[in-house]
């Protein structure tokens, strides 16, 4: 197990250097600059700000110093919100994104893997078709739509819940279940195909014949083996709801991550998009090295090598 963890932590040093270069050379390649939207700024005046923020040095030199900087969580200066760091906006707007997407992973797992489980259990049956439709719908349908369509109907229409930012324990229902919407439908297929594959197994039928209970052998031997898909994509998962979904963030006004990666994207704020597209990526790195410990724990015959 050590040896494993050094092994995936170098790969992980290595996958993230990667992004940092990718991104860093990509925004370095992309047309214009971040001074070009500011208003009735002369030339000697964007020059001053590109000496300021080192934008005026070889591309080389930029480059070793922000690997530098960024190997000790120093991704600068934002160059749009002014007297403040990257990290300080990253450490302030993630709490918010992870607040909510905390909550969206749990109300995913809690409905997702009972209703998958009962949706194999009742094969054939008008149950299983009804979760299949709503399962389908939930990842078919955008989380645009999603949100649109609550907004208009408990905020505008049935005037129940609010419709902008966190402010009460309320303002949290629309969008976790925006955000939790595709997870959980994604996560009753996964567990409704991978419970009809296990419950066919010869070590099931054993179960049945030595006269288990179908709640004992279908909680205590099929769900252990067949909850496995679902912790594998608990790790994207996890990373991709706890950072927040950009355009649920945007829809609903919440001050997360996800919103401030759309202001740095239209107002070329550089050193932003760099440090959270690194940020999010040192963190789904580390939710997939946690699943598959976690993969070990829940079935150890599987061997991390």
Same mark, same amino acid.
């Given at each position: 197990?050590?040896?494993?963890?050094?092994? %995936?932590?170098?790969?992980?040093?290595?996958?993230?250097?990667?992004?940092?270069?990718?991104?860093?050379?990509?925004?370095?390649?992309?047309?214009?600059?971040?001074?070009?939207?500011?208003?009735?700024?002369?030339?000697?005046?964007?020059?001053?700000?590109?000496?300021?923020?080192?934008?005026?040095?070889?591309?080389?030199?930029?480059? $070793?110093?922000?690997?530098?900087?960024?190997?000790?969580?120093?991704?600068?200066?934002?160059?749009?919100?002014?007297?403040?760091?990257?990290?300080?906006?990253?450490?302030?707007?993630?709490?918010?994104?992870?607040?909510?997407?905390?909550?969206?992973?749990?109300?995913?797992?809690?409905?997702?893997?009972?209703?998958?489980? $009962?949706?194999?259990?009742?094969?054939?049956?008008?149950?299983?078709?009804?979760?299949?439709?709503?399962?389908?719908?939930?990842?078919?349908?955008?989380?645009?739509?999603?949100?649109?369509?609550?907004?208009?109907?408990?905020?505008? %229409?049935?005037?129940?819940?609010?419709?902008?930012?966190?402010?009460?324990?309320?303002?949290?229902?629309?969008?976790?279940?925006?955000?939790?919407?595709?997870?959980?439908?994604?996560?009753?297929?996964?567990?409704?195909?991978?419970? $009809?594959?296990?419950?066919?197994?010869?070590?099931?039928?054993?179960?049945?014949?030595?006269?288990?209970?179908?709640?004992?052998?279908?909680?205590?031997?099929?769900?252990?083996?067949?909850?496995?898909?679902?912790?594998?994509? $608990?790790?994207?998962?996890?990373?991709?709801?706890?950072?927040?979904?950009?355009?649920?963030?945007?829809?609903?006004?919440?001050?997360?991550?996800?919103?401030?990666?759309?202001?740095?994207?239209?107002? %070329?704020?550089?050193?932003?998009?760099?440090?959270?597209?690194?940020?999010?990526?040192?963190?789904?790195?580390?939710?997939?090295?946690?699943?598959?410990?976690?993969?070990?724990?829940?079935?150890?015959?599987?061997?991390?090598?």
């Amino acid at each position: 197990m050590g040896k494993y963890i050094l092994k %995936r932590a170098i790969l992980a040093i290595v996958t993230i250097w990667l992004v940092a270069t990718i991104t860093f050379c990509l925004m370095n390649l992309v047309p214009g600059g971040p001074f070009l939207s500011e208003k009735a700024i002369s030339p000697a005046a964007t020059q001053a700000l590109e000496a300021k923020y080192g934008l005026d040095k070889p591309f080389f030199e930029r480059y $070793l110093t922000y690997i530098k900087g960024a190997a000790h969580l120093d991704f600068g200066d934002s160059l749009k919100q002014r007297g403040r760091t990257v990290m300080d906006i990253i450490s302030s707007k993630f709490p918010v994104s992870a607040r909510v997407g905390g909550i969206a992973v749990l109300v995913s797992l809690l409905l997702g893997v009972p209703l998958g489980v $009962l949706a194999a259990y009742k094969r054939g049956t008008w149950v299983d078709s009804l979760f299949s439709v709503i399962a389908t719908c939930g990842i078919a349908v955008p989380s645009f739509v999603i949100c649109t369509l609550l907004m208009y109907a408990f905020g505008v %229409r049935m005037k129940l819940l609010p419709t902008l930012g966190l402010a009460s324990p309320k303002h949290y229902i629309m969008p976790v279940f925006a955000l939790a919407a595709y997870p959980t439908s994604y996560i009753m297929r996964l567990m409704r195909s991978s419970m $009809l594959d296990v419950l066919g197994q010869d070590y099931m039928r054993t179960a049945k014949a030595k006269g288990l209970s179908q709640r004992v052998s279908l909680f205590k031997h099929a769900l252990r083996n067949a909850i496995l898909p679902v912790i594998t994509y $608990l790790g994207p998962m996890i990373a991709y709801t706890l950072t927040g979904s950009f355009i649920v963030e945007k829809i609903f006004t919440i001050p997360g991550l996800g919103g401030e990666f759309i202001k740095a994207i239209n107002g %070329r704020d550089y050193t932003m998009i760099m440090g959270t597209t690194i940020f999010l990526a040192t963190f789904m790195i580390i939710m997939n090295v946690v699943v598959d410990i976690v993969y070990k724990i829940v079935d150890p015959r599987i061997t991390l090598k």
